[in-house]
């Protein structure tokens, strides 16, 4: 990622990336999980409520064009009915309060009630036996509009999440200090993209699975179980990212420092303080190196490499809390561009991308 070099720069992308990862977070949270949770409550609730026969009032599609000449429909209908000897009215058609074009639900709800009272025929309303008075005709949920409230749950927060990671980023870069020899980072292992993940799978599952858990816990009987199983998955996804997320700290967080080229001669740094950790346990670690030459090609726009030479070129026995790993690489000319070393620690690995330059 390119940098801005001057302090009024960063400032200015700073604020702009806070500003517009701010709207796209508050989007996808009202947007989207929000949407979702009402929709879990709602469909929780339902399945407490009571089947009573109603009569059709009045039915009407009513449709509204936008701006971008798009048109949006919703059924409307006004119901009155009779629930344990008293008589109500109700205008509910279904949960939602918005008109939309998703699918053929809106004109298909419509044609259903328009035929009942051209026929005189009456229709069953769904009563909550906490408020009568809100009797519901559908209370289904859409799967085209939890499709899209889940599009918005997770893209747009993913934006805001972006955008806070490259302010991290940008604050960070002003802190970093050169170094005088070549020191080469452990390649990333995707933990960022999966902690995102993570972070969104947990926001979305325990939205749905809110309602679920209040009944459950609440002491209702035939608590529903398929909502239950998304924060389930966000416990797991926990558990993988944080395996995940403490693999550099098991193997001691390396930093590979090139000392030489031809031949390729390196030595692999381990904090001072710790050193060479021992994840088992144990005070003498199994340590080895393999050194691999790769080499480039295109495939469209997308780069691969291919190992065209591989060697382990140190395998043995080192105590805990070792500093320094050197190693040198004797291998032939085969007219590849890049290295690769890889670290291996009692069966855990740590890989290191050599660029170009050195």
């Given at each position: 990622?390119?940098?801005?070099?001057?302090?009024?720069?960063?400032?200015?992308?700073?604020?702009?990336?806070?500003?517009?990862?701010?709207?796209?977070?508050?989007?996808?949270?009202?947007?989207?999980?929000?949407?979702?949770?009402?929709?879990?409550?709602?469909?929780?609730?339902?399945?407490?409520?009571?089947?009573?026969?109603?009569?059709?009032?009045?039915?009407?599609?009513?449709?509204?064009?936008?701006?971008?000449?798009?048109?949006?429909?919703?059924?409307?209908?006004?119901?009155?009915?009779?629930?344990?000897?008293?008589?109500?009215?109700?205008?509910?058609?279904?949960?939602?309060?918005?008109?939309?074009?998703?699918?053929?639900?809106?004109?298909?709800?419509?044609?259903?009630?328009?035929?009942?009272?051209?026929?005189?025929?009456?229709?069953?309303?769904?009563?909550?036996?906490?408020?009568?008075?809100s009797a519901v005709y559908d209370k289904t949920i859409r799967p085209g509009m939890v499709a899209i409230q889940l599009a918005f749950g997770i893209l747009f927060p993913s934006v805001?999440?972006?955008?806070?990671?490259?302010?991290?980023?940008?604050?960070?870069?002003?802190?970093?200090?050169?170094?005088?020899?070549?020191?080469?980072?452990?390649?990333?292992?995707?933990?960022?993209?999966?902690?995102?993940?993570?972070?969104?799978?947990?926001?979305?599952?325990?939205?749905?699975?809110?309602?679920?858990?209040?009944?459950?816990?609440?002491?209702?009987?035939?608590?529903?179980?398929?909502?239950?199983?998304?924060?389930?998955?966000?416990?797991?996804?926990?558990?993988?990212?944080w395996r995940r997320w403490t693999q550099p700290h098991l193997t001691g967080q390396p930093m590979l420092e090139v000392t030489g080229r031809s031949p390729l001669r390196g030595r692999?740094?381990?904090?001072?303080?710790?050193?060479?950790?021992?994840p088992s346990g144990q005070p003498m670690v199994p340590v080895s190196i393999d050194a691999a030459q790769l080499r480039e090609r295109r495939i469209a726009r997308k780069r691969e490499?291919?190992?065209?030479?591989?060697?382990?070129?140190?395998?043995?026995?080192?105590?805990?809390?070792?500093?320094?790993?050197?190693?040198?690489?004797?291998?032939?000319?085969?007219?590849?561009?890049?290295?690769?070393?890889?670290?291996?620690?009692?069966?855990?690995?740590?890989?290191?991308?050599?660029?170009?330059?050195?």
């Amino acid at each position: 990622m390119a940098q801005p070099t001057s302090i009024a720069g960063k400032v200015v992308v700073t604020l702009c990336l806070l500003l517009f990862g701010t709207v796209m977070g508050a989007v996808g949270i009202f947007g989207g999980l929000a949407q979702l949770h009402e929709q879990a409550r709602n469909w929780t609730a339902a399945r407490s409520y009571v089947p009573v026969p109603a009569q059709v009032e009045s039915a009407y599609l009513d449709s509204q064009r936008g701006r971008k000449g798009g048109t949006t429909y919703r059924a409307k209908a006004e119901f009155s009915y009779t629930y344990q000897g008293r008589r109500y009215a109700s205008n509910r058609v279904s949960f939602s309060d918005f008109s939309d074009n998703i699918g053929d639900f809106q004109h298909r709800v419509h044609g259903e009630l328009r035929g009942a009272l051209e026929r005189g025929e009456s229709v069953t309303l769904w009563v909550d036996p906490r408020a009568p008075a809100s009797a519901v005709y559908d209370k289904t949920i859409r799967p085209g509009m939890v499709a899209i409230q889940l599009a918005f749950g997770i893209l747009f927060p993913s934006v805001g999440l972006g955008c806070l990671y490259m302010v991290v980023h940008i604050l960070r870069a002003g802190h970093r200090k050169p170094v005088a020899a070549p020191l080469v980072r452990p390649r990333g292992h995707g933990y960022h993209l999966m902690l995102c993940a993570t972070l969104h799978l947990n926001s979305v599952g325990w939205t749905i699975a809110q309602p679920a858990l209040e009944q459950l816990f609440g002491g209702h009987p035939a608590p529903v179980w398929p909502p239950l199983l998304f924060p389930a998955a966000g416990v797991a996804m926990i558990y993988f990212t944080w395996r995940r997320w403490t693999q550099p700290h098991l193997t001691g967080q390396p930093m590979l420092e090139v000392t030489g080229r031809s031949p390729l001669r390196g030595r692999i740094r381990f904090p001072p303080r710790t050193g060479l950790p021992s994840p088992s346990g144990q005070p003498m670690v199994p340590v080895s190196i393999d050194a691999a030459q790769l080499r480039e090609r295109r495939i469209a726009r997308k780069r691969e490499f291919d190992t065209v030479w591989q060697q382990r070129v140190l395998d043995r026995t080192v105590a805990r809390g070792t500093d320094v790993l050197e190693f040198e690489v004797n291998a032939p000319h085969l007219g590849a561009r890049r290295w690769r070393i890889t670290l291996h620690v009692d069966n855990r690995a740590v890989v290191f991308d050599l660029p170009n330059t050195i």
